[in-house]
C-alpha cells in the first residue's frame, strides 16, 4: 500500500498547502520546504514547514 503525500495550490494566493498520509497538514509558500516537511515524517513538526 502507498503512502499519499498531497500538495495543492491555495487558489487567491501563493500558498500551498499540505497533507501527509497521516493527516497532519501545513500551509507555506515554498514548495521545497513543503515536501521536505511531507517526506520527513514521521519526524515532521505539526505546525508545517520552517521558514528558511
Known sequence: ???L???SWLPGS???RGR???GAE???DDPTAM???LQA?????ASG???A
Open 49 to 51: 514547514p520552517v521558514p
Open 20 to 22: 501527509c498520509h497521516c
Open 35 to 37: 515536501w521536505e516537511w
Open 41 to 45: 515524517h514521521p519526524d515532521h513538526p
Open 14 to 16: 501563493d500558498r500551498l
Open 1 to 3: 500500500m502507498s503512502k
Open 26 to 28: 501545513a500551509e507555506g
Open 5 to 7: 503525500l498531497r500538495v
